[in-house]
Each structure stands twice: as C-alpha cells, then as structure tokens.
C-alpha cells in the first residue's frame, strides 16, 4: 500500500501491484492513519486497532507471503508465518527477496538451527528466498 509522502519499499511494491492489475489492500493501525503519517493509499484499505489484528487480517487475504529488507517489525511477521506453516495452519508459500544478501544470516540460522535439532530440514523447507523479484 502506498499513501504518498516520502515513498519507501512499499510504496513502490504497492504501485507496481496496482499498475500490473492486481489488488492492493493497506492494513493500517488506525493510530497511524489518525496522524496522517503514511499518506494517500493506492487501492482499498483497512483500519485496525492493534497490531495483532494486522497481522490476522494480512494473514486472511493473503495468498502468499513474501518478506522485503525490513527490520524488527519484518522478522516478528516472517516468524509469525513461519511458525504457523511449521504447525500447519497453512500451506501459502513464505519468500525472502534476499537482496544484496540482506538475509544471509537468517538463512544461515536457520541452518543451524536444523544443525542442533531445533527446527527439522522439512520445516526448513518453507522458507525459500531468491536475491531478485525474477
């Protein structure tokens, strides 16, 4: 979802989404959209209360799930869905645009936590990732 102002990553997934046709939904905590911090919205949005119930409502209209660079916020969101295919909850498919190698070490967690016996290889499977949208 893209609402104007400064545009950032995705800003410009958003735009490119509606340009090729497809929908666009912003899930927006209404504590932000009241302080007019994101702008003007490309496609249809939503208000939530809290930011759990953001991650229910993407969770519910997404067909797949597919994480950007991003910081704390993008990890909690990868985990989330992660866990939740692990428990078999869904089957969507989770992505990393690994670009520039952003998530080398995530990747290279994950491994290790195959390597100890935390997370089985077929749960490390989920998670596929490529270094371009191609």
């Known amino acids: 979802m893209y609402r104007g102002g400064s545009l950032g990553l995705m800003g410009y997934v958003s735009i490119a989404v509606f340009l090729g046709g497809s929908q666009v939904l912003g899930v927006v905590p209404k504590a932000l959209a009241k302080r007019d911090i994101i702008g003007k919205t490309i496609g249809k949005e939503l208000h939530i209360f809290i930011m759990f119930d953001r991650m229910n409502t993407m ?48 990747l290279s967690f994950l491994d290790q936590a195959v390597e100890h016996e935390f997370l089985t290889s077929s749960a490390r499977q989920i998670i596929i990732y490529t270094a371009t949208a191609e």
Do not use: E, R
């Open 59 to 106: 969770f519910n209209h997404a067909n797949a799930f597919i994480a950007l660079l991003g910081g704390l916020g993008t990890l909690k969101k990868i985990f989330y869905i992660f866990s939740w295919a692990q428990l078999h909850i869904h089957h969507k498919p989770i992505g990393l645009l690994n670009v520039n190698c952003f998530y080398d070490n995530l």
